[in-house]
């Protein structure tokens, strides 16, 4: 399977925001698919490690063939909670973690195998050659077909420069968060083929009030009337536009704004327009 233009969020799907019906998750699901989105990205803790067992019964209830569908999953956060017995946020990378984690994701999914399997969190503990190893025997076995990081940094991701690197990492970046296009981190990423995956990709400018948005929503205003395109499109096209093919994660669960962002996947923003962007988030001219 091709590797996805846009990735449908599910953290939201469950008890951490709209709390879904069985049959509402069926429908969301069949509704992404139609629309040409079938990458889905989800994380064990998700709805207080809820969630992908409720999108497992839901897709269950689908007519989507799980061939046709690319999941990711992340592993390593531990919260204080009653299903974990811990006492104290933390990160967990032993081999035991990640192979638990894995096998919970793959009964919650009521699938055979992950198509990538991301470490949520770096964290300052973690031993890159038992990690390597454990990843490995999980793909030998057939439970994930490919792993990488999310939010590393790039000397984080150097610790893995043996033979079995990490295929992605999924990161904050948008307009509002421009700093992994300036701080080294994508470059470092497409010199080492990296793939790159974006939460948060619309950024701050429809949460938060403030001097960035105020001078964002000007030039935006303008681009929309320019291109006839949606803000919600201009956004994510300046994304896109960036030559490490950056992939958003998106949040939303309405589908008619789904089908606007994946839309947004394919339109070619200026030159220009694309910095006029980037001066409105900054402030200031570029350099």
């Known amino acids: 399977m091709n590797q996805p233009e846009i990735i449908a969020g599910t953290m939201n799907w469950g008890v951490w925001g709209t709390d879904m ?4 998750m069926s429908r969301q699901i069949e509704g992404c698919v139609e629309r040409g989105v079938f990458a889905f990205d989800h994380a064990d803790i998700y709805g207080d490690f809820t969630t992908e067992r409720a999108f497992g019964q839901a897709f269950a209830e689908t007519n989507v063939s799980r061939e046709d569908v690319w999941w990711v999953s992340k592993c390593g956060i531990q919260y204080p909670n009653p299903k974990t017995a811990s006492s104290v946020k933390h990160y ?4 035991q973690h990640i192979r638990k984690s894995v096998e919970n994701s793959l009964r919650n999914l009521q699938t055979e195998y992950l198509d990538g399997l991301l470490l949520h969190r770096p964290s300052p503990l973690m031993d890159p050659e038992s ?9 030998e076995e057939g439970k994930i077909k490919g792993w990488g990081v999310s939010n590393f940094t790039p000397s984080q991701m150097a610790l893995f420069q043996g033979d079995e690197r990490p295929l992605w990492n999924q990161l904050e970046c948008s307009v509002t968060h421009t700093s992994p296009m300036t ?33 964002l929503n000007e030039v935006v205003a303008r681009l929309s009337e320019k291109t006839e395109r949606t803000p919600a499109q201009l956004l994510l096209a300046w994304l896109v536009r960036h030559p490490s ?26 030159l220009e327009d694309w910095f006029a962007m980037t001066e409105a988030s900054w402030g200031h001219r570029v350099p």
């Open 131 to 139: 990690i390597v190893h454990t990843l490995l025997e999980l793909k």
């Open 92 to 95: 967990n990378y032993s081999p």
């Open 21 to 24: 019906s069985l049959s509402n």
């Open 183 to 215: 701080d080294g981190t994508l470059d470092f990423m497409k010199v080492n083929k990296i793939a790159a995956m974006a939460w948060s990709p619309l950024g701050s400018f429809f949460k938060i009030s403030g001097p960035q948005q105020k001078r």
């Open 245 to 270: 093919g950056i992939v958003p994660v998106v949040g939303t669960t309405d589908l008619l704004r789904l089908s606007d962002l994946k839309e947004a996947c394919s339109f070619h923003l200026e």
